[in-house]
């Protein structure tokens, strides 16, 4: 049995912070997709946080793709911190960061691409 | 001590998630042989994504298959091979492509088998009568990519 990803979003000034808690796999659309397509109208940067996400894998980036696609539809910006070193390099052989900035922490994350 | 060859197998139900007890049990091989940690990330991701290959594409999550994990390590490498009851692979390594991906023109999945290449020294997958398997080997002494 997988346990279920949980996602914490808080919103502040058009900034959306989704906190990833779990393993993010492909069981994990709700926590992923589901809350992404539940943020306001108004929500202009997207912040996702790494940081409680112990195992991520090619599905589970998959997904993080499908948000960066819908986001990009939206011209709101994706900021990611929190990753460990491993998936940063991960993120980045895969060209993730073509289409999201990667910060070591959440200020940077809030203040990147601002 | 022995000098050969020591071999650790692992017999996994075709459920995902599984996938994560052949990923730790590698790391915890490769720890006992000196790996650096960032190595043994490295290796963690090729066995997972080699495992979900098996249990999705190979043995189509059907847990009465089993897909059977072999981890021999020797002075010098570790080898895992992941072996399941599907045809195995017959297609080149898909690099992924983010700007297809993010345009709609190609699916954001199908990564994983340009993971696995790109994280360890040398990837095989090899067909036999009565399944197939993929076999890793990650080096001691990391001699730069040699390609599969």
Same mark, same amino acid.
């Given at each position: ?24 796999t ?24 790494? &940081? ?54 959440? &200020? ?7 | ?17 599984f996938?994560?007890?052949a ?5 915890? *091989? ?36 089993? *897909? *059977? *994990? ?6 010098k ?11 195995g ?58 390609g599969?």
């Amino acid at each position: 049995m997988v346990a279920p990803t949980k996602t914490k979003v808080e919103q502040n000034d058009g900034v959306a912070v989704m906190r990833f808690e779990g393993d993010i796999t492909s069981a994990s659309e709700d926590a992923v997709l589901g809350k992404y397509q539940k943020l306001p109208e108004n929500t202009s940067k997207v912040v996702l946080d790494f &940081s409680k996400v112990p195992y991520l894998n090619s599905s589970g980036i998959a997904l993080v793709i499908q948000l960066m696609i819908a986001a990009n539809k939206s011209s709101r910006t994706v900021a990611c911190f929190g990753l460990s070193a491993h998936f940063v390099k991960v993120f980045k052989m895969l060209g993730l960061a073509k289409y999201t900035t990667i910060s070591d922490n959440e &200020s940077a994350a809030r203040a990147a691409g601002a | 001590m022995k000098d050969g060859p020591i071999t650790t197998e692992l017999r996994l139900p075709s459920r995902l998630g599984f996938e994560k007890v052949a990923m730790s049990t590698a790391a915890t *091989v490769a720890e006992l042989m000196g790996f650096s940690q960032d190595r043994i990330e490295d290796l963690k991701t090729a066995v997972a994504e080699s495992c979900i290959n098996a249990i999705e594409h190979g043995n189509h999550l059907d847990e009465e298959l089993s *897909v *059977v *994990v072999t981890l021999t390590m020797d002075s010098k490498a570790l080898e895992v091979c992941v072996r399941d009851h599907g045809p195995g692979v017959h297609q080149e390594v898909h690099v992924p492509d983010i700007d297809r991906k993010m345009h709609g023109e190609e699916s954001a999945r199908g990564m994983g088998m340009f993971l696995i290449q790109a994280l360890v020294d040398e990837v095989e997958y090899v067909s036999e009568q009565a399944g197939s398997y993929a076999r890793l080997v990650i080096r001691l002494k990391a001699e730069g990519a040699q390609g599969a």
